[in-house]
């Protein structure tokens, strides 16, 4: 994986691009109502959602928040017990052959057979769509050249992961699901797979997955979905979600000849004062309101500013609300 050329990409790969997906004035992905029940146990209920041509979104949750149900759902795998799924415009309940034509799949592992080499797969998987990318360039672009006439069973964990992606992408996809697609993949890799992915959204591509990695969801999505309890409880782009968070802004103050600890606790809107070596850190739920009332705290004379930092909640903090509140 360290060698030159060894990882998701070879030399000049990412240079050449793939053909692009046609754009649609419309959402390449439209579910309404998603309803998906086991034995009377409901795993998904009334899911909404919508993806755009040339977004990634993300589905986040706990584990049996509902999350690979619904994209099993989305891909054909499993029957919904209700609601309506469209892919590019197609419906995806009655129109199954012809949605395959437009989708990549990648779910968490893949089976195949032990003898089975790379180039014979993506061969063999390509037959089935009427465009399909060429072998070699798919082996290539995942960094599979080396071992594209070695057996499945001879492929390290990170290759099979590599080979599953290749899979997806062999039909020139407009959408493509990815189910935990980072799983077992080392950090230069998985860094080089969300180059991938982001070039696939550049050329129009949907792009929808699941991910355990908040902070990869972070860096990486356009617009996520938090599911818990098989529904879903905020959308949006993860920024906006942390910047919409009824979660208090945790300040850090850091100055010489600061005013008493009293004195800075009781300004508006801070919470938690945590006292520290020339200053402190605090919570406030109107960062304007306390930030106006310190600024002339830090202006008077013998006060000099060492380090003043605002931070907003992160996803991480926002999921763990959310999700904590559902079950509250």
Not at 245 to 255: G, K, P
């Amino acid at each position: 994986m360290r060698r030159p050329g060894n990882g998701l990409f070879r030399p000049g790969a990412a240079r050449t691009a793939w053909p692009r997906v046609s754009h649609s004035p419309h959402p390449h992905v439209v579910v309404r109502g998603l309803s998906k029940a086991y034995g009377g146990q409901t795993a998904v209920r009334t899911v909404d959602l919508e993806v755009a041509a040339g977004e990634i979104f993300g589905l986040l949750g706990p584990n049996g928040a509902g999350k690979t149900t619904t994209l099993e759902c989305l891909v054909g795998l499993r029957e919904p017990d209700a609601g309506e799924i469209r892919i590019c415009g197609l419906d995806a309940r009655r129109q199954t052959g012809a949605i395959r034509q437009h989708l990549g799949v990648a779910l968490q592992s893949t089976a195949l057979p032990e003898r089975m080499t790379p180039r014979e797969a993506l061969g063999l998987f390509g037959r089935f769509y009427a465009h399909q990318r060429p072998a070699a360039e798919l082996l290539a672009r995942f960094g599979l050249t080396e071992q594209g006439d070695q057996a499945f069973d001879r492929l390290s964990g990170g290759q099979r992961q590599r080979l599953a992606l290749a899979l997806a992408f062999v039909n020139q996809p407009a959408v493509v699901f990815l189910d935990e697609p980072t799983t077992g993949l080392d950090p230069q890799a998985r860094r080089d797979l969300h180059a991938l992915i982001r070039g696939l959204r550049d050329e129009g591509c949907a792009v929808v997955l699941t991910t355990h990695l908040l902070d990869e969801a972070e860096t990486l999505c356009d617009r996520v979905a938090i599911i818990d309890r098989g529904r879903v409880v905020a959308t949006g782009a993860p920024r906006d979600l942390a910047a919409d968070s009824r979660r208090r802004q945790s300040v850090t103050l850091r100055a010489r000849g600061l005013p008493a600890p009293e004195r800075l606790a009781a300004l508006p809107g801070v919470s938690g004062w945590v006292a520290a070596p020339e200053g402190g850190t605090f919570e406030t739920e109107d960062p304007a309101a306390t930030l106006a009332a310190l600024a002339p705290l830090l202006a008077a004379p013998g006060v000099e500013l060492l380090d003043l930092q605002v931070r907003r909640a992160t996803l991480e903090e926002v999921f763990l609300q959310l999700t904590r509140e559902d079950h509250g």
